[in-house]
């Protein structure tokens, strides 16, 4: 059981270049986020998704697109990238569930330069 | 305003001794859900503990056990008999709201460090 997987691991671009991170979850969760860890600042929630086809904005949802066509992925887009998106970033996913704990990936190091 | 305040940017305790990590929020909604997290030095972040607003009983799960001061708004993560294993980040985080997922909004974090 992989659990919560996200590629790729780490990844360097150039001011302006655009990547996807793909996050894929294989317990049937229904609910996915995306989170960016920064030093000192604790995580902080980009988007997040309560079912295939849906998407909503979390904290700092700014220079990130995202889309979850299928229930078991959930892709995280920078168009433009900018050095402020410098950060780990995590990509988790829960059940249904009050006290449903989020299952996170080991994280994407992105560093823009 | 923070709605989780962590004070503790570093915490040090010997091996086999009892640590409490502190950990208060800031919310008007009557109905949240509490959760503590480890973050090793390899960077995965694990799930220890949850406290759900109207639970009766302090949530304790093996050597974890969260002290919940519903009136005074604070969660302390109680970790006994730490082991060298324990040296890590740890964040307390809330959801607010009876939703049933989970837009967790964490603290700054605590880094434990155990030693022998």
């Known amino acids: 059981n992989a659990g919560v997987t996200q590629t790729p691991k780490f990844r360097v671009l150039k001011t302006g270049q655009s990547m996807t991170l793909l996050c894929a979850q294989d317990m049937n969760h229904e609910y996915m986020y995306w989170y960016r860890q920064d030093p000192g600042m604790g995580l902080r929630l980009i988007h997040y998704s309560v079912g295939e086809g849906t998407t909503a904005k979390g904290e700092v949802p700014d220079g990130y697109n995202v889309s979850r066509l299928k229930k078991q992925n959930f892709l995280l887009g920078l168009e433009s990238a900018a050095p402020s998106q410098t950060s780990v970033y995590f990509c988790a996913s829960s059940r249904r569930g009050g006290g449903s704990p989020l299952h996170f990936g080991n994280g994407t190091r992105l560093t823009v330069t | 305003a923070q709605k989780i305040t962590q004070t503790q940017p570093g915490m040090f305790v010997q091996e086999k001794e009892a640590v409490t990590l502190d950990c208060t929020y800031d919310?008007?909604?009557?109905?949240?859900?509490l959760f503590w997290y480890k973050q090793p030095s390899s960077g995965e972040m694990i799930f220890l503990i949850y406290q759900g607003s109207y639970d009766q009983q302090n949530a304790t799960e093996g050597r974890y056990s969260l002290n919940f001061q519903k009136a005074r708004k604070s969660a302390n993560l109680v970790i006994s008999a730490s082991q060298l294993g324990d040296s890590a980040m740890y964040f307390c985080?809330?959801?607010?709201?009876?939703?049933?997922?989970?837009?967790?909004?964490f603290g700054t974090g605590t880094r434990l460090l155990v030693s022998p």
């Open positions: 919310t008007s909604d009557p109905s949240y859900g």
């Open positions: 985080a809330m959801r607010e709201g009876r939703t049933g997922f989970q837009k967790l909004v």
